[in-house]
């Protein structure tokens, strides 16, 4: 794949402008079909198979379970694979089942219980040259309510023990990818992290699910400070689509006429809560909504106005990092004796704290810490008691330790079990899999990315998109809800790619409303929305964050036949 070396100056340029790789690395490519740069870390044959070999090397698990979402009285199949590269005689899993932290050491448990594993099956794997050996043990049925968290361990008569999942592949990805943005030669072997400990992983054991009326949700993702300022307001300016443009949420209640008529019956609305950023990924105070925004009062009014029309409310909750800014980020960091340094990870990095993909104003929380952890779950419960919202986008779900969601999910459901949580995991399918039990679904990437490919860049016919969502769609449960977009806020938009072209708009259109998964409309498609110019140009994400077209700037026959798509689809839907 043809690309130009990125430089470590140009690398702290666009960090300081806050971008981190997922950004910078977007300059890299040059007319080729993956210039959307949805998979990251997956963007090149090579970094796959970085991502390949790390997978089955080490110590691995990676959520492996039969079946994914265990139920009362279901027994339960657990799964590892130990790589070529370790000596390994013996396999446990220690467990324990009031939720505390499993521990124990060469099969002997000294907090809860243990389950030997047992080979049955080695396979050869020629990206790897070895063979990989396939582990596994059976858990006992448990009650409904049960908390089974769990670690596993492998060693060799006389060497120390490895913790799994070791190494970890999501950190291997992320430094292959790193060093690749950088145009220096990927590692060969990297192996993050300390063997010694591992990873913690739980499933809850019951019968949660999505609420149905998640399943027929049609939803509108609005950008707050891009969509309306309010009526008898002006936008506070529109050329520096980095800075603040003006929209709020009294705006958005002022539009709720023109949502209706849409047809939609769910709003994503961009993070909310009190950030200095136009984009609100990098929060400084959860308690409160921003105040340029509309503050508290305008979340109240929106969330009854809106519900009172059947709508349903989502905010974009980023548990994985907070803003540098954060009082409890400035007090971790101006003191080794802070009550709250525990909950970072403070390292000899360039920027001394691990952060989300080496953005310094973004500090990671360590959600392995119990008090950070309550409080991130905390903070999730509040919104659903105390605001009413119907749930969570969850930015960047694949960043927090892995047994979060689990956690995270169980406690959110206690407060309103009709809540709705869907994943930003950009991934390959296994890894969405994995997800099965911990959300209640994943932002669908994969279709994105067909459907795009198709009708936007058209370098596949409608038979290739046809043969992937057959495969792609059989490959998950129905009862998982997996969210389908043509565009979103991290990517060109829809009608830049397809230059302008709105017929294919409409058959893209046409596509998203007929598939099993629920359609998200981002603001401003459904009425020709577009953009100057592509964020593969060095502009940003920021590019395709324009700010609405209203009045006589909407293309009224995209956006009546938007209406009649969304009626057939809910029409069908009754049926």
Not at 49 to 66: P, S
Not at 367 to 380: C, V
Not at 483 to 511: C, N, Q, Y
Request: net charge negative; aromatic share 12%.
């Amino acid at each position: 794949m043809p690309y130009s070396t990125c430089s470590p100056a140009l690398l702290r340029w666009g960090r300081a402008r806050g971008w981190g790789w997922h950004f910078i690395s977007a300059i890299i490519f040059r007319g080729t079909p993956s210039m959307d740069f949805i998979f990251g870390t997956l963007a090149t044959d090579d970094l796959k198979l970085v991502h390949h070999r790390a997978n089955r090397r080490g110590i691995q698990h990676r959520y492996q379970l039969d079946p994914r979402d265990p139920h009362p009285g279901d027994p339960i199949t657990l799964k590892v694979q130990v790589g070529p590269d370790v000596a390994v005689d013996h396999v446990a899993c220690y467990y324990t089942l009031d939720g505390s932290q499993p521990a124990g050491s060469r099969g002997q448990a000294s907090n809860g219980q243990v389950v030997l594993l047992h080979p049955v099956q080695t396979v050869w794997e020629t990206l790897i040259w070895g063979y990989v050996t396939h582990y596994e043990a059976t858990l006992p049925p448990q009650p409904a309510g049960t908390i089974v968290r769990y670690k596993i361990g492998a060693w060799q008569e006389g060497q120390p023990e490895i913790f799994g999942d070791w190494p970890n592949v999501t950190a291997t990805a992320e430094k292959a990818a790193s060093a690749f943005f950088a145009g220096q030669p990927l590692p060969e072997d990297f192996r993050p992290g300390n063997p010694a400990v591992g990873d913690t992983f739980a499933f809850h054991v019951d019968n949660l699910s999505a609420p149905d009326w998640a399943k027929d949700a049609i939803i509108y993702q609005i950008f707050v400070d891009r969509f309306y300022p309010g009526d008898g307001k002006d936008w506070l300016q529109t050329e520096d689509l980095y800075g603040i443009c003006g929209g709020t949420l009294w705006g958005i209640l002022d539009k709720l006429d023109y949502i209706t008529e849409l047809g939609v019956n769910c709003l994503w609305l961009s993070p909310t809560w009190v950030s200095d950023s136009h984009h609100g990924y990098d929060a400084t105070d959860y308690d409160h909504v921003e105040p340029r925004l509309g503050g508290d009062e305008a979340m109240h009014a929106l969330v009854e106005a809106a519900h009172q029309r059947g709508i349903r409310i989502l905010l974009d909750l980023a548990c994985n990092h907070i803003s540098n800014e954060h009082p409890i980020f400035v007090d971790a960091a101006s003191s080794p004796n802070s009550p709250y340094r525990e909950w970072f990870t403070f390292d000899d990095s360039e920027a001394g704290y691990r952060t989300f993909f080496g953005v310094p104003t973004m500090p990671q929380v360590d959600l392995s810490h119990p008090p950070a952890r309550q409080w991130m779950i905390d903070i999730a419960t509040y919104w659903l008691r105390e605001y009413q919202v119907d749930g969570y986008r969850l930015d960047y779900a694949n960043g927090p330790v892995p047994d979060f969601w689990s956690d995270f999910r169980s406690a959110c459901k206690q407060v309103n079990p009709d809540c709705f949580m869907f994943g930003e995991v950009i991934d390959a399918p296994d890894v969405l899999h994995s997800y099965i039990g911990r959300l209640d679904g994943c932002l669908d990437f994969h279709l994105s990315d067909a459907i795009r490919r198709t009708y936007g860049w058209q370098t596949w016919s409608e038979a290739d998109l046809k043969r992937f969502a057959e495969h792609h769609l059989s490959y998950f449960p129905a009862d998982y809800l997996m969210p389908t977009f043509l565009d979103s806020h991290d990517m060109d938009r829809f009608l830049f790619i397809a230059k302008g072209d709105v017929e294919m708009l409409r058959r893209a259109a046409e596509v998203q409303m007929s598939l099993r998964g629920m359609p998200i409309v981002y603001y401003g498609t459904e009425v020709g929305l577009s953009q100057a110019t592509s964020l593969h140009e060095g502009m940003g994400f920021h590019i395709s964050r324009t700010p609405m077209l209203w009045g006589d700037d909407q293309n009224a026959d995209l956006l009546a036949h938007y209406k009649r798509l969304i009626r057939e689809r809910k029409a069908r839907q009754v049926k």
